[in-house]
């Protein structure tokens, strides 16, 4: 069966610290592996993505994620955070390239301290 | 590039009664996606077209839903019958499907929230 878990149902980080948000996922393919955040109210804008080859990939905002099969993850991660990045965080698989459904994580929750 | 664009915002209805949401995608896009979002948790697929032909259907979708791409380009939900579990954030999608590789990822539109009474 496609899952993907988000361990961290809620974190918080001081302004300026480093961030690590997990993510584990289970696929019976080649997986295709997305990071999307979601503001209150708001649908869900792409963060990154991960098709083929280089397993650490950059995406907006100063974010990256690193690819790693044998461990079933793609964690993404941003070396300082900025007030603006508090929102809702959702790793989610598909097939395909995503061209078809995808499979979304319970979503972690970034709160950040002035 | 106008993105995904989604009508009305919120909806408040009365159980029993019946909804339509609207979904207009990016208009180079040929597949078109629905899913639903509760409190507190992710997206949960419902639905995708590719042009007017819809290929998947959740079990999620029951007989109370239908959804319809007619002319390949906008697409409705409905809901009949609204019960109080239906209340939730439904969310379209769209992206280009080239059917070769290098397909665009999904976009996402701001939803629709629904609360029924």
């Known amino acids: 069966a496609q899952s993907v878990t988000q361990p961290d149902i809620h974190i918080t980080v001081s302004e300026g610290a480093s961030l690590e948000l997990r993510c584990n996922y289970s696929?019976?393919?080649?997986?295709?592996l997305f990071w999307y955040v979601q503001s209150p109210g708001q649908g869900l804008q792409l963060l990154l993505k991960?098709?083929?080859?280089?397993?650490l990939v950059q995406g907006i905002k100063g974010f990256e994620a690193e690819f790693k099969r044998s461990q079933s993850s793609f964690n993404l991660r941003k070396p300082s955070v900025h007030w603006s990045d508090a929102a809702e965080y959702f790793c989610?698989?598909?097939?395909?390239?995503?061209?078809?459904?995808?499979?979304f994580g319970q979503g972690t929750r970034l709160t950040i301290n002035p | 590039d106008t993105g995904v664009s989604q009508d009305p915002r919120h909806k408040i209805t009365k159980r029993g009664q019946n909804v339509t949401f609207r979904c207009d995608p990016i208009?180079?896009?040929?597949?078109l996606y629905w899913y639903r979002q509760t409190l507190g948790q992710g997206p949960e697929f419902l639905t995708y077209?590719?042009?007017?032909?819809?290929?998947?259907k959740s079990r999620l979708l029951s007989d109370r839903f239908s959804a319809e791409r007619p002319k390949g380009s906008f697409s409705t939900l409905e809901i009949q019958r609204t019960e109080q579990g239906d209340s939730a954030m439904y969310l379209c999608?769209?992206?280009?499907?080239?059917?070769?590789?290098?397909?665009?990822?999904?976009?996402f539109g701001d939803g629709t929230r629904l609360s029924i009474l």
């Open positions: 999608a769209s992206s280009f499907w080239t059917g070769r590789g290098g397909n665009q990822p999904q976009h």
């Open positions: 696929y019976g393919a080649t997986p295709y």
């Open positions: 991960y098709f083929s080859g280089d397993t």
């Open positions: 989610a698989v598909g097939g395909f390239q995503g061209a078809q459904k995808l499979v």
């Open positions: 208009s180079e896009h040929n597949r």
């Open positions: 077209f590719q042009n007017e032909a819809q290929l998947e």
